[in-house]
């Protein structure tokens, strides 16, 4: 079930409804939420409900077995050894499956074992994350373990961010449970600013530069001039953008409607004027998880420059590789870290005004989007030399209107925040029937203005 | 306990405005329900009665204001 769907809609509506039936009663609302997001994660596939109860049961039956005397150790190493294993799995079987075909074919032992692949659960990567930072964070005395396995398994699926994150603190998030936020007339126009943002994002900006521009220029990159292609490399930068960061503005607009606070995801990342900056814009839940449960524990910023450079580049290499098995991710993951840690060679030198350093951090992003957004190397060898071509055979058009969107997604980066603060001021005075007409009104119309279809978020796949 | 739920007129006007968007989308809903996966013993039932529905908003004429929407937003700005 997607967000932007009629189905979800009126699954939202139903839960909405029912939470407000629920009033108080806590133990029923948790009840009822955990039951609606089983609900929603089986309308993909209910086989993959026994796993998320499995990945649950880890961690909750983990966290109480952490502070035992003698097995705290051994159940967090078990623990984290389940978790990172299941996801293991079921992220990289598939590839050392072809591999091992691959390798018995060359040998003229060919063999076929197309029945053992495995169906990449969707959201697997982030509920798996969650579950981790549960373990880790009782492991560290830095929350205390939950007895009701209910409120483990409430924030493990909780289906706002279920499927593509932000990936939600348990420290952050089960005291939520506990003292729910009153939703006030506030938090309403918050809610409905998120939401309304984020569709705009996904289903104008994002799915029409898609299918305009993106897709048909990195099907055909050998067909595409440097202008085309750079349009198109930007394209795709805007895309990603608005596809990951509106989905994250729904999920947090979802769960402040529920009465759930969570951090924002993205904080412009295209203005950073640094590399580091932009890892502290972009996908925020993923990049701080990454720094406290991978950098960090390996090494982080201790020991020599070659200690540090070798830390770096392991733990944004294994980011990159988190995105699949392929040497593409291991390219882009590898390129940021080697990125970051010349950044922190050069101590900031040579130093350059803001808009340059933005621009110059801008344009070496975009380029290691190539290899992220290509399905092989071949093609993203294909879309590099087709930047420097004068000349195309069949290039995408460049229609103006996916130039506005462009222009946009570039814009909702660079334009301060502070302009949005007056609208949602003025929504939080209206009455809540306002709000209301505002929030079906705003969605109705950017169903209205979207394609026809369904197209799923990008990081699902993840 | 009173402010931590949406108001009821905030789910109320939510509910209208489903409503007015089923009346006056054409058969959208309709489409989106067939597409649906089995519900097992309830998907007879729901599909008949909004089957029904769909008849009697037919009967009573209701123009596609959704479909009119798309269609001048999409020339208005170009994609679609």
Known sequence: MVFPTLQFVLFFALVLAL????????????AMLIAASYAFYAAWDARF????????????????????????????????????????????FNFFLLSLQQLLGEWGLARDWGWMRLILPVGISFYVFQAVSYVMDVARGQILPRRSPADVALYISFFPQLVAGPIVRAADFLPQIDRPLPVDAAMRAEAVALILAGLFKKMVVANYLAVGLVDPAFAFPGAQSGLTMAAAVLAYAVQIYCDFSGY???????ALLLGYRFARNFDQPYRATSLRGFWR????????????????????????PLRQGAVLMATMTLAGLWHGAGWNFLIWGAAHGAGLWAERRLGGRPALPAP???????????????????????????????????EASAPVALAPPLLALIAAGLAMNW???AWRRPAVGLLARAPSPVQAAVLAAGTLAAFAAAQEGVAPFIYFQF | MKGRRAPLSFLATLAAALALAWAFSGERFLDWA???????????????????????????????????????????????
Request: aromatic residues 8%.
């Open chain 2, 34 to 80: 067939f597409t649906m996966p089995d519900l097992g013993p309830v998907d007879d039932v729901i599909l008949a009665a909004l089957v029904a529905a769909e008849e009697a908003k037919a009967a009573a004429g209701l123009p596609d204001l959704f479909g009119a929407l798309r269609g001048a937003l999409h020339r208005w700005t170009g994609l679609g």
């Open chain 1, 356 to 390: 340059a350093a933005a621009a110059l951090v801008l344009a070496l992003v975009c380029l290691l989007w190539i290899p992220f957004r290509a399905p092989d190397l071949g093609t993203a060898a294909a879309a590099f030399a087709a930047l420097l071509r004068t």
């Open chain 1, 415 to 417: 334009l301060p925040l």
């Open chain 1, 19 to 30: 939470d407000a039936a629920a009033g108080g009663r806590a133990q029923l609302r948790k």
């Open chain 1, 281 to 304: 814009r972009w996908h925020i839940s993923l990049s701080s998880w990454i720094r406290d449960y991978l950098y960090i524990p390996l090494g982080g910023s201790r020991g020599g």
């Open chain 1, 248 to 254: 994250s503005d729904i999920a947090i607009g979802l």
């Open chain 1, 49 to 92: 409900l026994l796993l998320m109860a499995f990945v649950t049961a880890v961690a909750w039956g983990a966290g109480l077995a952490l502070h035992h005397p003698r097995h705290g150790r051994r159940a967090k190493l078990v623990a984290i050894v389940l978790l990172i294993g299941t996801l293991a799995v079921f992220k990289y």
